[in-house]
Nanobody
Framework: VQLQASGEGLVQPGGSLRLSCAAS??????YGWFRQAPGKEHEFVAA????????NYADSVKGRFTISRDNARNTVYLQMNSLKPEDTAVYYC????????????????????WGQGTQVTVSS
């Protein structure tokens, strides 16, 4: 089982970036993204259920980020718009076999599988 994230980059404030996470080996019930800024704990960003596309977002990214998934490709995306310097972090793709309820999605221990991090830097 592998989660392969891509799309890292450097972008100016106000810009956009799209992260992708390709899952291999199996399908999952819930997919998500966490991030970790230097010196900080992991922070929930967004999550989506495979079965019905129900989503959950951190307040800090609502209205700016969109999570989506392509079941045929077993891939999840994170479209990030109106990026801010405080969005700078290493972003981690996560997944779990269970289809979590909305309230459980932001919990770090809801996810058994973590991909390698991908760096997003927002700076002028």
């Amino acid at each position: 089982v592998q989660l392969q994230a891509s799309g890292e980059g450097l972008v100016q404030p106000g810009g956009s970036l799209r992260l992708s996470c390709a899952a291999s080996g199996r399908t999952f019930g819930t997919y998500g993204w966490f991030r970790q800024a230097p010196g900080k704990e992991h922070e929930f960003v967004a999550a989506i259920r495979r079965s019905d596309r129900n989503t959950n977002y951190a307040d800090s990214v609502k209205g700016r980020f969109t999570i989506s998934r392509d079941n045929a490709r077993n891939t999840v995306y994170l479209q990030m718009n109106s990026l801010k310097p405080e969005d700078t972090a290493v972003y981690y793709c996560v997944a779990d076999s269970r289809s979590w309820i909305i309230g459980a999605m932001p919990q770090k221990n809801s996810y058994d599988y973590w991909g390698q991090g991908t760096q997003v830097t927002v700076s002028s």
